[in-house]
């Protein structure tokens, strides 16, 4: 142990103020032996005087070496932090030893300094983090070692099992698991750097010193996490770092507590991975959005500009607008019309000529289109787009396109169990009925569609907009029927004669 000079204390110098104001009473007491009651309530005053100085100085504490103590801040300068022990001692530190992990000093006066005595004489009193070079020597490890007070090491070596340490001049031996809380995968990180450490086996006179870092770092994080948390609400804005990322989002540790960055909250516009914006050790700022229990929900796009509310600014209905198609959905189709806005192209809208079952029938994700803006619900930030409304209204002119009974070559676009959708047109298409195929002796299979087929308009619609064809065989199939087998030229032949004479009989009124 350090040899500390004995010092006068808080105590000391109240009693001295006190005895001299006493001598100087009893000086005035011989001049005044004619006035005892004068002199009686001199002496009261006194002792009151006392009791208010010793109270305004308040009590002292006997400090010594190692002793770790917190105090208020009262000034700092540019090298020095002062700081008040109680009653009229004060001490200072190093600002330096006082920077926080960004070399930032963020400690302001009034706020608590918390440290340990490294150095303790009748001019000065020194507090510090950690016993270093410049106030300890080897006697001093073993009060280290007592009572649990950090000592400044440098990490030498990689060894197995562990790290050398150069404790104060003396090697130290830290195991590999106790030179950091969380796991170490890269043992360079380390190498040269200096740490505080606490010893935790002091043996053989301090030939066989092992320190570590955990209790030293588990209490920094807990007073870290003790303040963050002070921070913590729904609205708050902070700073934190990318610690972790998974496929649904990232971990962000706000400074000892960790709040989880869904993916949906990283942008407006669509993130397929967050590695496309954030990285690991990134800094970066979060808004805490929800509250439940210690999970803590954060956005990034919380504070970035809504980009649907600036869109809807320059944009109508009934504008033609152009984006590309990012997702193909059993209702429609994605369009992305500008990063973080989206609008839908409904199945319904895709086009006029032909009802289709899959919006994949004529979108693909990555295609360009243009569209019509034919409504916008801001409040729920939702456009909805047509494609059909570009087109011409093919209906309108259908009658000089197609005519029934006519014959027509069409291309197999789509087979599925109703039938075989065939175009006839640029946007004309007519089904062919399943029932149609097989009386035709027919089979279309799926790897047909691209094929040309000759069908037959038995019927068009204009209300409902549909075609409907058979295919040219079944007719052909039809009259070699009737002409090559003379029963049945005969029961066609019955038939057509019954219904003329019901047609041309005089009583058929009857």
């Known amino acids: 142990m350090v040899d500390n000079t004995q010092e006068t204390t808080p105590e000391k ?5 006190a005895g001299t104001n006493n001598e100087c009473c009893n000086d005035e007491k011989v001049q005044k032996n004619a006035q005892p009651e004068e002199n009686s309530h001199s002496e009261n005053n006194e002792e009151n005087f006392a009791q208010m100085l010793e109270e305004s ?26 700081v008040s022990l109680g009653g009229k001692l004060d001490a200072y530190a190093d600002k330096n030893e006082y920077l926080d992990a960004d070399g930032e000093f963020s400690l302001k006066v009034g706020d608590t300094l918390k440290g340990f005595i490294v150095k303790k004489t009748d001019s000065e009193t020194i507090i510090s983090k950690s016993f270093n070079k410049s106030y300890a020597n080897k006697e001093l ?6 009572k649990k007070i950090p000592v400044n090491g440098k990490v030498m070596s990689a060894i197995k099992g562990g790290f050398t ?10 195991p590999v698991s106790q030179l950091d809380i969380r796991r170490i995968n890269d043992v360079s990180l380390y190498i040269g750097r200096t740490f505080d450490f606490e010893i935790m086996e002091y043996a053989e006179n301090g030939k066989n010193i092992v320190v570590t870092r955990v209790p030293i770092l588990q209490k920094e994080q807990e007073e ?3 303040k963050t948390w002070e921070k913590i609400e729904v609205g708050a804005v902070l700073e934190g770092v ?10 962000v540790d706000l400074g000892g507590v960790e709040g989880l960055l869904h993916i949906s909250e990283i942008s407006w516009g669509r993130v397929e991975n967050c590695t496309e914006v954030i990285n690991i050790r990134e800094k970066i700022q979060v808004k805490i959005i929800k509250i439940s229990g210690e999970k803590i929900s954060l956005s990034m796009k ?7 509310d600036e869109y809807i600014q320059t944009v109508r209905e009934g504008d033609v607008v152009k984006g590309k198609i990012v997702r193909i959905e059993n209702f429609g189709s994605v369009i992305e019309l500008k990063h973080g806005v989206e609008g839908l192209i409904p199945i319904s809208e895709m086009t006029s000529g032909r009802r289709i079952g899959h919006p994949s029938e004529m979108l693909t994700v990555g295609d360009t289109v243009e569209a019509e803006i034919i409504r916008v619900k801001v409040e729920e930030k939702k456009i909805s787009l047509s494609l059909k409304s570009l087109e011409p209204n093919v209906w309108d002119d259908i009658d000089s396109i197609l005519e029934v009974g006519n014959d027509y070559e069409g291309v197999i676009e789509n087979v599925t169990p109703h039938g075989a959708f065939i175009k006839l047109h640029d946007s004309i298409v007519g089904l062919l009925p399943k029932s149609r195929i097989a009386k035709a002796g027919l089979k279309i299979p799926i790897s047909d569609i691209g094929t040309t087929l000759n069908v037959r308009v038995i019927e068009i ?6 075609i409907s064809l058979e295919s040219t065989v079944t007719a052909s199939a039809e009259k070699i029927e009737v002409e090559g087998d003379s029963r049945d030229n005969w029961k066609r032949y019955a038939r057509n004669k019954s219904q003329d004479n019901q047609i041309d009989s005089p009583f058929k009124d009857l």
């Open 242 to 251: 990318v610690t972790r990322i998974t496929d649904f989002g990232a971990f």
């Open 57 to 82: 100085l308040g009590k002292s504490v006997d400090l010594e070496l190692g002793d770790e103590i917190s105090g208020e801040i009262i000034n700092i300068s540019d090298d020095y932090i002062f």
């Open 302 to 308: 919380a504070l970035q500009m809504n980009p649907f």
């Open 165 to 174: 340490v150069d404790l104060l001049g003396i090697r130290a031996f830290c």
């Open 13 to 17: 110098d109240i009693n001295a103020s």
């Open 461 to 466: 619609d204009k209300e409902k907009k549909r």
């Open 224 to 226: 870290i996490k003790k």
């Open 141 to 146: 490890l073993r009060d280290a070692y007592d």
